[in-house]
Nanobody
């Protein structure tokens, strides 16, 4: 079965960290860029970060630059989003998606089901 599965979400206090994982099964991530998106209640889906298939190109929305780090381990067929210094405005459902050929072009072939991140004291 072809799927992406996110994990690692939860409830954290402001200023703390979480690491989200995006594990692929049924296909290889080797040739896919991976994007992370988030959607808060009542808001549109927002692109948060993207990493190229090689890992050499990473992109971030301005609001998370310096706080979030995207990475991937192709040997584990998994991508990650390290989120530090979390803020209440980071609260959202986070989704990963696989696209080809790169972060700047192509289409998203696969989406995960999402993992909830709630930042609250």
């Amino acid at each position: 079965q072809v799927q992406l599965v996110e994990s690692g979400g939860g409830l954290v206090q402001p200023g703390r960290s979480l690491r989200l994982s995006c594990a692929a099964s049924g296909f290889s991530l080797d040739y896919y860029a991976i994007g992370w998106f988030r959607q808060a209640p009542g808001k549109e889906r927002e692109a948060v970060s993207c990493i190229s298939s090689s890992g050499g190109d990473t992109r971030y929305v301005d609001s998370v630059k310096g706080r979030f780090t995207i990475s991937r381990d192709n040997a584990k067929n998994t991508a990650y989003l390290q989120m530090n210094s979390l803020k209440s405005e980071d609260t959202a459902a986070y989704y990963c998606a696989a696209l080809r050929p790169s972060c700047t072009q192509g289409s998203y072939d696969y989406w995960g089901q999402g993992t909830q991140v709630t930042v609250s004291s």
